[in-house]
């Protein structure tokens, strides 16, 4: 009798947080003047209805439901703007209220050590935020100096153009190799030191999976983020799993870090690089590794996806190919040597580039948002805490605002000023407001260059002499939009 009355006298503690879950389930139902959206089943939402290509089932959603929509995904909001008009009111006219960051839950480090440490996961715009872009945006993104770095970057575009001439003949994954050259690229500014091997990086990728790895556990479907209440439970491992990968990753540097503070502490350092800047500003070693491993994994793995696709289009497109080819050839008539500078005068290859970014952009949905307040948008309610998308792939796809949107069309962007700065809501691959990518002014450089190098060094085929319109292009979603299958080319060196 005893015992039953103490299981009795539990039983409440038990049941307050299913109450609690049931009341705030009851709650959020309650909100008035929601954008339109699919009918939310009870408890689960509209999880089941995402399938494996969101940015897809979104943008089939939109031409229900219009421009702005919400669903619900567990006990979260989401809403998504899928027009020029709804970017405009997101991004720019309600961007100060609507430019939080919704953490995921397998986030490596907490959310009140983000805050301090993080550039792309901190949770507001606060003055740690700015400090950190500004930081960035003058010692990495400034024009004077990335022109500084211009003779790195061209210096390790040859070395893959030397590389792929030892492998004419040979089957190679662009994939790859371009990751090793923008990773290279990108660890020689911070850390003074190639981070890859091309040779090794064909035989093991173990930096590209990495990479790749931490992308992709960030980006998963979690249970924790859709029931916050479960969230320290980890139930699927995704914490434990994106903890692991990120400590591997930063090993690779951890040696450099530590030489470093100890010729300082000798007053014995020499390097003129980010790293140095950073330990200039009294960053401590968890700040370090936040911010190189944020900076290394979204440089390097955007701009390979970007890069695989152009080729993957060019191969497709035989006649843009010949173009690309022949205005290469008039600019570079007496020089064997690719300068970043040339390209600049390059216009198609430059078109070639943006209508990449149009009909694959690196990230399709952006990162998520966070509503820091309630607010109105469109006349429609966007609850507080709602986790906010703009669908990238909605808008540059759709046929009210491009001509023939699912085709590769460079010569669109010839004759049009529109451009991926963040000011025309028709075409934002990098996103706009206080959230743009950092990075766009060094991916803007980068990218043509090593694409130009590509395809002005080489001619290229498909594998057991298949027609390029048999070349699979089929999309991988994730928070960066990748080709489901690796573009495997043979190379072979032009005179």
Known sequence: MAQQFEIFFLLPFFLLPLIFFIFKIFKSSKITQLPPGPTPWPVIGNIFQMGKMPHITLTNFAKTYGPLMSLKLGTKWLVVGSSPLAAVEILKTHDKILSGRDVPSAAPSKGSDLDKTSLGWISECNSGWRYLRTLCRTELFAGKVLESQACLREKKVMELVEFLRSKEGQVVNIGELVFATVLNMLSNVLISKDMVNLEEEIEDGVIKSLVRGIVEVLSAPNISDLYPILGKLDLQGLQKKSIDLVTKLCSNWEPILEERR???????????????????????????????????????????????????????????????????????????????????????????????????????????????????????????????????????????????????????????????????????????????CPALPMAAIKIPLVLASLVHFFDWELPCGKCPVELDMTEKFGVTLQKKEPLLLIPKARK
């Open 262 to 436: 100890n010729s300082r502490e000798k007053g014995s350092s020499s390097q003129q690089d980010f790293l140095e800047t950073l330990l200039d500003n009294g960053f401590t070693n968890d700040r370090i590794h936040q911010l190189l491993m944020e900076l290394l994994s979204a440089g390097s793995d955007t701009s390979t996806s970007t890069i695989e696709w152009a080729m993957a289009e060019l191969m497709k497109n035989v006649e843009s190919m010949k173009k690309v080819q022949e205005e290469l050839e008039i600019e570079l008539s007496e020089s064997d040597y690719l300068k970043e500078s040339q390209l600049l005068q390059m216009s198609y290859i430059q078109a070639c580039v943006k209508e990449t970014l149009r009909l694959h952009p690196p990230g399709p949905l952006l990162l998520p948002h966070r509503a820091i307040e309630s607010c109105q948008v469109m006349s429609y309610t966007i609850p507080k805490d709602a986790q906010i998308l703009v669908n990238i792939w909605a808008i540059t796809r759709d046929p009210l605002i491009w001509e023939e949107p699912d085709m590769f069309r460079p010569q669109r962007f010839l004759s049009s000023d529109m451009d991926f700065k963040g000011n025309d809501f028709e075409y934002l691959p990098f996103g706009a407001g206080r959230r743009i």
